[in-house]
Structure formats: C-alpha cells, structure tokens
C-alpha cells in the first residue's frame, strides 16, 4: 500500500518547509530594504531595521546659544534653549556629558560645570540653562555630549532627495526615463532577432545548421567582459559610441545567445503535425511563423524578456562602458545611486532608498509574468 500511486509523499513537509525558508530568505532583504529607505541616516546607524518599530539610543553632538544670546539675571550672566529643537524634537535625554569620551557625566536634569566653568543644567526634554558671573567669550556656543532616545521615525525626506534631488538631469526621476529608454529597445531588440533565428534552427533544414547550434551553445559560456573593449573600438570606429544605439546593440550582441537558445529548445518541442499540415495546405514559412510558432512561442518569449529586461535594468558595466555622458543627460540609475552615495559613500538612507525605488519596476514585471517564466524554463524539457 505504500507505494500506491497518488498517494502523498512523506517527504512532501521538507519540499514545504524548504519552499517556506526560500522564501522567507527572498523577503527579508526586501523588506529590510523598503524600511530602511524610510529611515534617518542617524537611525540606521545606530539600530537595524528590524528595530525600526522601537525607539533607539543614539549619540549627539550638541551645541548651546552663542555668547552674544547671553542676558543677565540677578547679577549673572544667563544663555537659555532647547538644544533638541529642529531636527530631534521628540528625543529624550538621557545622559550627557562636556567631552565624546564622558557621555554619561552628568543625567539629565543635574547641573555640572562646563570646560569655561559655566554652570549648566539639562534637562530631558532638551531645554538647558547655562549660567556664569562673567561674561561668556567666544563665538560660538559650549558644545555638548548626550546620549538620547529617539522613537520610532519615518520620512519620506529619502525619497523627496532621491527623485528630485539636484536639477532635473542629475534627478533619479531622469535617471529612471534613461533606464526604460535602455532598457525597453534592448529587450525587444534580441527576441525579434531571436525568434526568426529560433525558427530558422528548429524548423528549417539549410547546411550548416547544427554547426550554427554548436556554435550558439558555445557563446553562452563567453565571458561579456571579454568583448568590452573590442566592441568599443567597433563602435567608436563607425560612430555609434557613447549612446542609446550602441548600448542597444551592445546588450542585443550579449543577449542573443541566451535568446536564440532558449526559443530554439521551445520551439523544436512543438507538435510537428502541426507546421507539415501548414505547408501542405500551402503557407509560407513566413506565414507559419507569425501565425502559427509566435502564438505558441509567446510563454518562451515572455520568458526570456524578463530575463532580458532584468539584467538590462540592473546593469552598470555596460551602461559605463558604452553610455558615458558628461552632461548626465542619459545616465542610468545603477549609475545615479552611485552618484548620490557620493565619494565617501556613507549616505546609506540614500542607497536604501535609491536601490528600492531602481527595484521597483522589475519586481512588478516578474511577479506579472511568472507565470510565463516557469513554463519558458520547462520548454523543449519533455516530449
């Protein structure tokens, strides 16, 4: 009875709960992702994202009033504020200190003394005293150490800097145009390409055609860095470097080979009654594959565009090599998130940001057309 067909697998929990860890360990970078990229720089410093729904203790570099804010009262010499006032408003002070080294002092609502031997007093909220018989010297106000809490913060400040930051050509908005610009021709490019070369490998007997297939297969395994800088020179050479047109070509040279060879395995799985019944009721080859192989072919095709469309989204080495532009008129955004980084890169709100927002638009074209991704990978699999 064990072996009764149908009948459910013991094994079928572990394929569940593998699928399950899979899946939990796609989702947590995302999500990690999307709440980071509604964070402070200050909050992602000091706390993961998954702290994020809790308040975090962070250090801050506080200054007082300037000398020349000083009053008297009562014969002394009087600077009062709020140091919290502006960018942590609802923080909450729990230690503080005069030096980096000493940030737990004196709490919050004790007096000390300052280096200048001024009194001071401050409290949790932020609001501070400072208090001395002599006149205050200086140009600036005492600077201070404190430890504080802050709650759970989010801002949509990110966002605001990634798609409008700058002018209008150096804006992630202009980079995003740039990248559907890029990335839309080089996807329909090669499957256009691909497909009349599919058919033509599957269907059509002409010398040399295996020796075509050998040599396709072969291609997939070259390296695309290899052909860089002699496609440069190509393209330089017959005036088509440094734009749309050569980054096209470049990513339809490098995209061919994946293409032809996942259309031509597709392709060769179709019924063959049905292309002989086409030619003896007298359609053309060309007939038979617009009217026939291309509506059959359409969940190869949809595989290899979201392939084709991914990588091209996502790429940086062909965008730098074939579409440099000093002007940033058609730079991409892999290129742009590296420019907002800038050269320290330490803007890490920024690339949460900045990398959620690029991720956008192939998340919503993969879980469109996922479907169409598996039964693509299976063509040509079994007869």
Do not use: C
């Not at 597709?266 to 009721?281: C, F, K, Q």
């Not at 007939?287 to 989204?313: G, M, N, V």
């Not at 730079?331 to 956008?360: D, H, P």
């Amino acid at each position: 009875m064990d072996n009764i067909a149908g009948k459910k697998s013991a094994l079928s929990w572990a394929v569940h709960l593998s699928v399950l860890v899979l899946v939990v360990l796609w989702l947590l970078p995302t999500a990690g992702l999307f709440i980071s990229s509604f964070r402070t720089a200050d909050q992602i410093a000091a706390t993961g994202w998954w702290k994020a729904l809790f308040a975090s203790e962070q250090n801050l570099a506080l200054r007082t009033g300037a000398p020349d804010s000083a009053r008297q009262a009562g014969g002394l010499y009087v600077i009062e504020g709020n140091l919290l006032e502006g960018e942590n408003p609802d923080a909450r002070i729990a230690t503080w200190g005069t030096t980096p080294r000493q940030l737990d002092e004196f709490k919050a609502g004790e007096t000390g003394t300052t280096r200048d031997g001024a009194s001071l007093t401050l409290k949790a909220d932020g609001s501070y005293r400072m208090e001395s018989p002599s006149p205050f010297e200086g140009k600036r106000g005492e600077r201070l150490f404190a430890v504080a809490k802050l709650p759970p913060k989010f801002t949509l400040a990110n966002y605001a800097r990634v798609l409008f930051s700058g002018n209008a050509t150096d804006s992630m908005a202009k980079a995003f145009f740039n990248t559907l610009t890029v990335t839309i021709p080089a996807t329909i490019i090669p499957i256009l390409i691909a497909a009349y070369a599919a058919y033509a490998l599957a269907w059509m007997n002409f010398p040399g055609r295996a020796l075509l297939i050998a040599v396709v297969v072969a291609l997939l395994v070259v390296p695309l860095q290899l052909a860089l800088i002699p496609l440069l020179k190509l393209h330089l050479a017959i005036g088509i470097g440094k734009g749309y047109l050569g980054v096209w070509l470049a990513h339809t040279g490098f995209g061919l080979p994946m293409a032809i060879y996942l259309l031509r395995n597709y392709m060769a799985g179709l019924p063959r009654d049905i292309i002989e019944n086409a030619r003896v009721d007298g359609a053309s080859e060309f007939e038979i594959f617009r009217k026939i192989i291309l509506p059959l072919s359409f969940p190869a095709l949809a595989s290899f565009a979201i392939f084709q469309f991914l990588w091209t989204w996502n790429d940086l080495l062909v965008a730098k090599v074939f579409l440099i532009d000093a002007t940033g008129k058609t730079t991409v955004m892999t290129a742009q998130i590296v420019e907002l980084m800038g050269t320290r890169g330490g803007n890490w709100e920024i690339l949460a940001t900045a990398a959620f927002v690029s991720i956008a638009v192939p998340l919503i074209v993969f879980f469109a057309m996922q479907k169409y991704l598996v039964r693509g990978l299976l063509a040509g699999s079994v007869k």
